[in-house]
């Protein structure tokens, strides 16, 4: 029966993804035909940009962020330790620190950018990240601090969604000032907004999993097993289908 209702919610979702960007497009006409006025169409246009932003945090914070694991009896031959736990515990935490703190200054850079245009906000220099980097890493090795990260990182998501709504609304172009600018491999800032977050995603899966309870106390974290890949692809499954509501909105 829980298997029934979840593969429910999944259809009703992908299928509500599938439409609304047709739906948005039609009250964008709408809207663009009077677009000096504020009529219902405009209202209902703008508000439709936090929809997808808003479903993509409370399925993150529900299925994403609270991670748990089977705690099997470790055998010496299905183990991690000593030097590779080492390696793969401090590439995880760096990179992960990095995104997170790559991220939230990509918010701040588009806050000033767009609305205090006075204000000049710099890159941080090598010290400085290397000190949000540290600081980042910390919070994300007690339990509470990174539930209360992870929060952080999907409001994170959802502001600069609304920001890049409100260009595209406003057809306020990008250019180097902005700092996502160095992410214009693509020329979608949607879709570059979602994969900064994939990738966070991904990255947080991974730091859950060699830090679950004892596992860097202990300084032994079990090889992951079959199960421990579906996190991954439910993550990729979801996360697809929000890129093609993007594709399809663009």
């Given at each position: 029966?829980?298997i029934k209702?979840?593969?429910?919610?999944?259809?009703?979702?992908?299928?509500?993804?599938?439409?609304?960007?047709?739906?948005?497009?039609?009250?964008?006409n709408?809207?663009?035909?009077n677009?000096n006025?504020?009529?219902?169409?405009?209202?209902?246009?703008?508000?439709?940009?936090?929809?997808?932003?808003?479903?993509?945090?409370?399925?993150?914070?529900?299925?994403y962020?609270?991670?748990?694991?089977?705690?099997d009896?470790?055998?010496?031959?299905?183990?991690?330790?000593?030097?590779?736990?080492?390696?793969f515990?401090?590439i995880?935490?760096?990179f992960?620190?990095?995104?997170?703190a790559?991220?939230?200054?990509?918010?701040?850079?588009?806050?000033?950018n767009?609305?205090?245009?006075?204000?000049?906000?710099?890159?941080p220099?090598?010290?400085?990240l290397?000190?949000?980097?540290?600081?980042?890493?910390?919070?994300?090795?007690f339990k509470?601090s990174?539930?209360?990260?992870k929060?952080i990182?999907?409001?994170n998501?959802?502001l600069?969604?609304?920001?890049l709504?409100?260009?595209?609304?406003n057809?306020i172009s990008?250019?180097?000032?902005?700092h996502i600018?160095?992410?214009?491999g693509?020329?979608?800032?949607?879709?570059?907004?979602?994969?900064?977050l994939?990738?966070?995603?991904?990255?947080?899966?991974?730091?859950?999993?060699?830090?679950?309870?004892?596992?860097?106390?202990d300084?032994?974290?079990?090889?992951?097993?079959?199960?421990d890949?579906?996190?991954?692809?439910?993550?990729?499954?979801?996360?697809f289908?929000?890129?093609?509501y993007?594709?399809i909105?663009?």
């Amino acid at each position: 029966m829980i298997i029934k209702n979840n593969t429910t919610k999944l259809l009703v979702s992908i299928s509500f993804l599938l439409i609304l960007p047709f739906v948005q497009k039609q009250w964008f006409n709408l809207y663009s035909l009077n677009i000096n006025d504020i009529s219902f169409y405009s209202i209902l246009y703008y508000l439709s940009g936090a929809i997808c932003p808003s479903l993509v945090y409370l399925n993150s914070l529900k299925n994403y962020t609270y991670y748990s694991f089977t705690k099997d009896k470790i055998r010496s031959t299905k183990i991690i330790k000593g030097k590779r736990l080492l390696f793969f515990v401090a590439i995880n935490l760096i990179f992960l620190s990095y995104l997170i703190a790559d991220y939230i200054f990509i918010n701040f850079d588009l806050i000033f950018n767009l609305f205090l245009e006075e204000i000049n906000v710099p890159k941080p220099d090598i010290p400085q990240l290397s000190f949000f980097i540290f600081l980042i890493s910390i919070l994300l090795i007690f339990k509470k601090s990174r539930f209360l990260l992870k929060k952080i990182i999907l409001v994170n998501f959802i502001l600069i969604s609304l920001y890049l709504w409100h260009l595209q609304i406003n057809n306020i172009s990008v250019d180097e000032q902005f700092h996502i600018y160095r992410y214009f491999g693509l020329n979608d800032l949607n879709l570059i907004n979602l994969f900064i977050l994939v990738a966070i995603e991904i990255s947080f899966y991974t730091w859950s999993f060699l830090s679950y309870k004892t596992n860097l106390s202990d300084w032994i974290v079990p090889k992951p097993q079959i199960g421990d890949v579906i996190p991954f692809l439910n993550i990729f499954i979801f996360y697809f289908f929000i890129f093609i509501y993007y594709s399809i909105l663009t």
